[in-house]
Nanobody, 123 residues
Framework: QVQLVESGGGLVQAGGSLRLSCAASGRAFSGYNMGWFRQAPGKEREFVGGIIWSGGSTYYADSVKGRFTISRDNAKNTMYLQMNSLKPENTAVYYC????????????????WGQGTQVTVSS
């Protein structure tokens, strides 16, 4: 069993930055590809980006490329999402999850969802 806990969300003005964290406990974290997802009000959950188990490769949805960066510290069982140049349309609940589909899939599946952390970007 894996437990994932997201934190770091909050209210930020457009153009600002936030850093989200995803802390993992339970079964091994370091051996799995991980991802960030988000769900805005009235919309389906969407993929934000993923990081390979070693941290050596990442990929992102086109909407966040160049502004968001995913990293991980396997020694701390933690993954991060650095979000810069935030826009009001980035307002959503952000979730982390273990990726369950092939690396590089544009709409990957996830498992062991956390409870999410709310990010609100004001204009």
């Amino acid at each position: 069993q894996v437990q994932l806990v997201e934190s770091g969300g909050g209210l930020v003005q457009a153009g600002g930055s936030l850093r989200l964290s995803c802390a993992a406990s339970g079964r091994a974290f370091s051996g799995y590809n991980m991802g960030w997802f988000r769900q805005a009000p009235g919309k389906e959950r969407e993929f934000v980006g993923g990081i390979i188990w070693s941290g050596g490769s990442t990929y992102y949805a086109d909407s966040v490329k160049g502004r968001f960066t995913i990293s991980r510290d396997n020694a701390k069982n933690t993954m991060y999402l650095q979000m810069n140049s935030l826009k009001p349309e980035n307002t959503a609940v952000y979730y982390c999850a273990r990726l369950t589909t092939s690396w590089g899939t544009s709409s990957p599946g996830g498992a062991y969802w956390g409870q999410g952390t709310q990010v609100t970007v004001s204009s």
